[in-house]
């Protein structure tokens, strides 16, 4: 792959989003938005009587497991994943399905209203059979009068939330003009050689290209705050993951576990596990036995508590609904948050309790992930629990501040965009190796940088932690973001801190590998990878396992 210096900001690597995929739902929603906004300007827009979408290749194969058709929806919806309700998605795609009209509203002063009839059962179609040439992820919309098709586009879902459009430039940032341009990780260590500065000092310097002082420090807390509250949410929610599979969220249990001075934690959770079941039978009788399309699981929130006060009912029951959990985001502040982060810190933490923490906290990013809560893309959503684990292992225990999350997220996001530039992130194109790979080198990269690290040892670290990745394939499943993909963010965590710590202890001159050299071996080892194993759930561990959730 030839070298692309290509613009690309962090906040293009790490963005705020919906689970469960980055490609498979965060891309195609972005692609219906801007269909429907080619639409809303569109000159006949009145004589717009039919939609119909077209999803190729990885998302055709795996789309109804990763929910692709209702991020479509939602996008044609004019929802944004950025700021819509999580726990309010099903309740509009049920009634979208049930009234079968979409409404295609000019949001202006005077509001232009057009509705048509959409049955998503008969405009969306999964062409399995079909992949389009330029990417695995290729979607096709198109909007028709009674005449002729007025609007005939194709978006391909690239990695990480990327979109391009059939025949157009891959990005328009390309015209940015940044004062330090990196193309591959040789650039990133001249730079800092020659300015004696360190990464994220080279990144915000890049980063006042697109954005001030200001906007670079509210998004980076932006980032942040999405990250503990999923990490929270994961932390205090029971019940079964959406789609068929009957996984268990094991976080929440788990954390109650680790509260040494909560003795009485287990039968809590019990009661909880309990509660929810009888109110998912509840649900059953009077649906007749109906399930909507989260699998019809019960899942409860609850607060786990600031020291000893674990109460089961934290919640009015009758706000907590079988099929969408409360939102814990508008029942909990930052303040609460950070005063459980304070609990954590102060126990008495062994090296096990730590090694739990870890895997506590990145598997309760995935299950949110899983059951399309709000998360942080980094650099995908398959991927996202690596970044946010490592990042509260610094904070929990290496006494890690607000200046320290601050480099973390900058190192961590130069480090992705150059492998977007050198590789892949996409599943689809990479296999697991360019989610987990390419997170757990970012996360590496970060916490080396965070505990002292020199620019060529946090270099090093990202090159070690991919090296133990290369090959890796993504075999979800039932094309659902869950087996083997949530407990694969726990190792990803974990060989970070491994790769930190070797690379804090050795000589950067000394090593036989740089991460240019594994960027590169990972593309060709891309390159000959089966499409099997890339996200087509045709593969591996995806055919060894008897499920029943929708298919082609």
Known sequence: MPQIYEAISIFDILKIGVGPSSSHTLGPWRAAQRFLKECLSHPKLNQIDRLEVDLYGSLAKTGPGHGTDVAIMMGLLQEDPVTCITNQIFKKIDRLKSDQLLKLTVLTSSSQHHSIVFDPTLHIHFQCETTLPFNPNGLRFRAFNQDCNLLDETYYSIGGGFVIQEHQRLSTQRDVRLPMPIGNAKDLLIHCRQTRCTIPEI????????????????????????????????????????????????????????????????????????????????????????????????????????????????????????????????????????????????????????????????????????????VVTAPTNGAAGVIPAVLMYYVCFCEGDNVGVRNFLLTAGEIGSIFKKGSTISAAMGGCQAEIGVSSSMAAAAL?????????????????????????????????????????????????????????????????????????????????????????????????????????
């Not at 009661?271 to 019960?298: C, F, H, M, V, Y």
């Not at 607060?303 to 959990?325: F, G, V």
């Not at 990745?469 to 993909?485: A, F, W």
């Not at 963010?489 to 050299?517: C, F, Q, R, W």
């Open 203 to 374: 990144v915000w310097q890049n980063e006042l290209a697109w954005r001030t002082e200001e906007a670079i420090d509210q998004g980076l807390q932006e980032i942040w705050q999405t990250m503990k509250a999923c990490i929270y949410r994961g932390c205090h929610t029971i019940g079964e993951l959406p789609g068929g599979l009957k996984v268990q969220r094991r976080a929440s249990e788990m954390a109650a576990n680790l509260f040494v001075n909560l003795p009485d934690s287990k039968t809590a959770i019990q009661r909880l596990r309990d509660r929810a079941e009888e109110k998912r039978q509840i649900g059953k009788n009077s649906q007749s036995g109906a399930q909507d399309q989260t699998g019809g699981n019960s899942q409860i929130r609850f607060q786990l508590p600031i020291q000893s006060r674990l109460q089961t009912e934290a919640h009015d029951t009758k706000n907590t609904n079988t099929s969408s959990p409360l939102e814990i985001d508008a029942l909990v502040s930052p303040s609460t948050i950070d005063a459980w982060l304070a609990e954590i810190r102060q126990q008495a933490i062994s090296f096990p309790k730590v090694l739990k923490w870890i895997t506590c906290f990145a598997l309760a990013v995935n299950e949110e992930n899983a059951s399309f809560g709000r």
């Open 448 to 552: 080396t940088q965070c505990l002292g690290g020199t620019p060529e040892q946090v270099l090093m670290a990202a090159e070690i932690a991919m090296e133990h990745h290369l090959g890796m394939t993504c075999d979800p499943v039932g094309g659902l973001v869950q087996i083997p993909c949530i407990e694969r963010n726990t190792m990803g965590a974990i060989k970070a801190i491994t790769a930190s710590n070797l690379a804090l202890e050795s000589h950067p001159d000394h090593a036989k590998v740089s991460l240019d050299d594994v960027i590169h071996t990972m593309w060709e080892t891309a390159q000959d990878m089966d499409t099997k194993y890339k996200e087509t759930s045709e593969g591996g561990l995806a055919i060894q396992i008897p499920v029943n959730v929708p298919e082609c």
